[in-house]
């Protein structure tokens, strides 16, 4: 992607192309680094603030798209996916404002992902953190991937209306300060 002068030429360079390209490129891309770079561009224009609210609003549902594409089936890769899918939904609804007609926007629906894909309970968490460096590696690995998918929890925390969602999730973030 690179010319000998070290630039890239604006043909090949996804940064340079218009919203609609890129959407079309995403739909028929399966290359992760293509999708990677897609969802880094997208997520670059969602957090520019010279532009229209809705515009970042369409930059930072292609950057999830991009990133949803390149979800794969290792626990490892799909983590680091969720966990990109939350961060940037969080800074949307905290940033852009929610919008619970849109379940990417919606601060209820994001608190129910994030527990969906979370396999312990906060208090199995807080009882297997207790002695973490005892733990078998993949348990290690596990409460780490629980830490990295509640990330969000502290801004998103103040979106939610009281109930058993926002309950369970103040626990996480309890919990979250005991993991490896």
């Not at 959407?23 to 670059?44: M, N, P, Y």
Request: glycine residues 4%.
């Amino acid at each position: 992607m690179s010319t000998g002068s070290g630039q890239r030429e604006p043909e090949r360079d996804p940064s340079t192309w218009p919203i609609e390209r890129l959407q079309a490129f995403t739909a028929d891309a399966h290359d992760r680094s293509q999708l990677e770079s897609v969802r880094v561009v997208a997520q670059q224009h969602a957090y520019d603030s010279n532009q229209p609210r809705d515009a970042r609003r369409h930059w930072a549902e292609l950057s999830l798209l991009a990133n949803r594409r390149m979800r794969g089936d290792d626990v490892e890769g799909s983590a680091r996916a969720l966990q990109q899918d939350f961060m940037l939904r969080t800074w949307v609804i905290v940033h852009l404002g929610p919008e619970d007609e849109n379940s990417d926007w919606s601060p209820e629906a994001l608190g129910a992902d994030t527990l969906a894909a979370l396999a312990y309970s906060p208090s199995e968490a807080a009882v297997l953190a207790r002695d973490w460096r005892e733990l078998p590696i993949e348990q290690i690995r596990a409460l780490r991937r629980h830490k990295n998918l509640t990330a969000h929890l502290e801004w998103l925390i103040g979106h939610l209306q009281p109930g058993p969602t926002r309950d369970r999730l103040r626990s996480w973030m309890e919990t979250r300060r005991l993991l490896p």
